[in-house]
């Protein structure tokens, strides 16, 4: 199954701000939107948004996310230390009727 | 608070059968898609096999269908993936998902 695109790596100074993007097509990310993923070696998966921009409780109001057509956005401010880590991007695809993931960003924070 | 507790992996030859369990509580699970997710050593994550809310509707990877079977029983709150012809390249571990809401802890599957 076809996967959506992040880019392998990112870093930006402690306190900076940082934007992640996600790119699929207008099946996945333009149909429902994206969920973001951050992924820390050893521990589970942590939702941090779903369908866009919608935050579970508990996150961060550090984390924003957004969408422009088929691509989504997550974008992380004020930068701390424990924000490195893996962040994923995924969204259901309707055509082919299968969740799909993007291959992960690496985020450092310096 | 949202949980969701997976259990069930374990070792297992190649070949072999495994089946794991979900139970989630803290939301209306009667309400909720759910998901298996699965990341091996190394990998990325994978997705596995998602399910409709009432059980009518199933929908897997490609590298599953046909060996693996998800399930779920809304009574207790439970979600099942049975998993047979097990192969090497299944070792991963296995996370239930309900992706507006929660991931669980994982279980980790090993075909060795």
């Known amino acids: 199954q076809a996967g959506l695109t992040q880019p392998p790596s990112l870093s930006e100074g402690l306190r900076q701000t940082a934007t992640l993007t996600c790119t699929g097509s207008?099946?996945?990310?333009?149909?429902?939107?994206a969920a973001w993923l951050q992924h820390h070696q050893g521990h589970p998966p942590k939702l941090l948004f779903y369908r866009n921009n919608n935050r579970p409780s508990g996150i961060s109001e550090r984390f924003s996310a957004s969408r422009s057509g088929n691509t989504a956005s997550l974008t992380i401010s004020g930068l701390q230390p424990e924000d490195e880590g893996d962040y994923y991007c995924s969204a259901w695809d309707s055509s082919l009727s299968a969740w799909v993931f993007g291959g992960g960003t690496k985020l450092t924070v310096l | 608070e949202v949980l969701l507790v997976e259990s069930g992996g374990g070792l297992v030859q190649p070949g072999g059968s495994l089946r794991l369990s979900c139970v989630g509580s803290g939301f209306i699970f009667s309400k909720c898609w759910m998901t298996w997710v699965r990341q091996a050593p190394g990998k990325e994550l994978q997705w596995v096999a998602t399910?409709?809310?009432?059980?009518?509707?199933?929908y897997y990877v490609d590298s599953v269908r046909g060996r693996f079977t998800i399930s779920r029983d809304n009574a207790k709150n439970s979600l099942f993936l049975q998993m047979n012809s097990l192969r090497v390249e299944d070792t991963a571990v296995y996370y239930c998902v309900d992706p507006d809401l929660s991931w669980g802890q994982g279980t980790l599957v090993t075909v060795s």
């Open positions: 399910i409709r809310e009432d059980g009518s509707v199933e």
């Open positions: 207008s099946n996945d990310v333009g149909y429902e939107g």
